[in-house]
């Protein structure tokens, strides 16, 4: 019988130890789902347990074959060089292992679903009145931040992911560390714009010293500004949602299926407001308007409805 690989889950690290405490009850609580699978978690950097020490209590207890799956939200740094470095030294380091590699988590539909949670808390919260109608709503979504420019795109994604089919008034992007705009000057932004009614939203898995600092800012933008309503969510913490698709991402990586991003493709997935696109077959089309277009883009392979493209 074969097997199925463990479940290895390497996360940022954090100074903040009620962060890493989070991150280490979360790997504890995916063990407690899945008691038929050795599951083992560690750091890049800053807190214990190092990746490399979860490497080595998974091999202490007979595991020669595991799936890598990041607990991050975007590839930047560490998901794309640190992990790989770390793990092909851990490789080294113990003879006969093998493994393979998961991809971040976001922007996943279920994580979208949990952000959308968030804000609903955030303008539901006092009296536990109504949520506010979401047209009077911008949200700030305010990620980690990086010098890699993917990375930062990658927030850009998530936040026009939130924005589609959802009826907010905008979600702008701000950046808590290495890229702009920082949080002062994406609410700034967001006043210009027209808001009056702001949600400033955590692009953050668990809580931390980035997501406290974000929440701080905020508040003392608020404080300086008497004439816009700004609100604070919470992080997306470990809901329900982040345990499957943490689950979802480490099937992909046993079956070595990682693949070409569909979580988030209309034709595969229930979008808000987009649901009636499920399963349809897409025909060849071309776009009169587009200069010098006149022979079609020959779609007819990019067939959602069975998926015939290759994933």
Known sequence: ??????????????????????????????GRRNPELPVAGGFIELSPPPLGEAVAELVERGVRRFAAVPLMLVSAGHAKGDIPAALAREKERHPGISYTYGRPLGPHPALLTVLERRIDEALGADGGRAPLDRADVTVLLVGRGSTDPDANAEVHRAARLLWE???YSGVETAFVSLAAPDVPSGLDRCLRLGARRIVVLPYFLFTGILPERVRQQTEGWAAAHPEAEVRSAD???PEPELLDLVMERYREAAADAVRM????????IALPGF???VGLPQQPHFHPDDDGDEHGHGHGHHHHGGHAHAH
Do not use: Q, W
């Open 1 to 30: 019988m074969n097997t199925p690989p463990a479940l290895l889950i390497a996360g940022h690290g954090t100074r903040d130890e009620a962060g890493a405490e989070a991150f280490r009850d979360f790997v504890r609580e995916l």
């Open 165 to 167: 089919g959802r009826g």
């Open 235 to 237: 992080v997306i913490g």
């Open 261 to 268: 991003n569909c979580d988030s493709c209309v034709y595969r």
């Open 275 to 277: 649901e009636d696109k």
